[in-house]
């Protein structure tokens, strides 16, 4: 099945700064890239996703990036606050088909902690 | 829409204890799913249903059970509680291969 590494496990950054997270993925078939945001004591919500044939996607503070040919992909959050301060997980989605559709797999997570 | 809902939202169990954790989804979803998550682990698969009928084995399954009751519903059953099995547990779900949706989870200990 698909691997999915993610760095760093923590990040510190002060207010107004940019924040990158960095995730690699080892199927080459992967084709869907989300990234969940889980604030302290909730449930992981979808923040941004990238499919395979698109190399950028923006909304807002937040793009995400995918290379393909390297097998990773990450996550910009530029002018930081502290309400961006969370856990944040990527995963990927293999290519498996049939039973497995849908199925993804997650990094171990980053916790960003934005300071005033 | 409630979207999707887990009971109970805290257990304590002793060792050995039964238990099932409930998930229901008012989504028309057609794929759900059930993780652990642990420090440091991030969210781990247990097992998957991706269409009514059906269930699959995830990364962590040994010692946990599943029925997918119905298109709404996705129970995880304990049978014999573990202290190992001290997590939170989180259920989603999502239309095929699209956004999962996730539960509000429930904090299970056990001693």
């Known amino acids: 099945g698909e691997n999915v590494e993610q760095h760093p496990s923590t990040l510190s950054v002060q207010e107004g700064d940019s924040a990158v997270i960095k995730c690699t993925y080892s199927?080459?078939?992967?084709?869907?890239f989300p990234w969940y945001k889980q604030e302290l004591g909730k449930r992981p919500q979808l923040i941004i996703d990238?499919?395979?044939?698109?190399g950028e996607k923006k909304d807002q503070r937040i793009a995400v990036t995918l290379n393909k040919t390297a097998k990773h992909f990450s996550l910009h959050i530029t002018e930081t606050q502290p309400e961006d301060s969370a856990v944040y997980f990527c995963?990927?989605?293999?290519?498996?088909?049939?039973?497995?559709?849908?199925?993804?797999?997650f990094g171990r997570g980053t916790q960003l902690t934005v300071w005033p | 829409n409630a979207g999707v809902t887990q009971t109970p939202k805290f257990q304590v169990l002793k060792t050995g204890q039964s238990m099932t954790l409930q998930c229901a989804q008012d989504?028309?979803?057609?794929?759900m799913y059930w993780y652990r998550q642990d420090p440091g682990m991030g969210l781990r698969l247990i097992y998957y249903?991706?269409?009514?009928?059906?269930?699959d084995k995830g990364e962590v399954p040994n010692g946990y059970n599943v029925s997918r009751l119905n298109k709404r519903e996705f129970s995880l059953r304990l049978e014999s509680a573990a202290p190992s099995q001290t997590s939170v547990y989180f259920c989603?779900?999502?239309?095929?291969?699209?956004?999962?949706?996730f539960g509000p989870g429930t904090r299970l200990t056990v001693l």
């Open positions: 990238i499919r395979s044939n698109v």
């Open positions: 249903s991706a269409s009514e009928g059906t269930t």
């Open positions: 995963a990927a989605r293999g290519a498996d088909r049939g039973s497995t559709l849908g199925r993804l797999y």
């Open positions: 989603a779900s999502s239309w095929g291969a699209d956004e999962q949706f």
């Open positions: 199927d080459s078939a992967s084709n869907y």
């Open positions: 989504m028309n979803h057609n794929s």
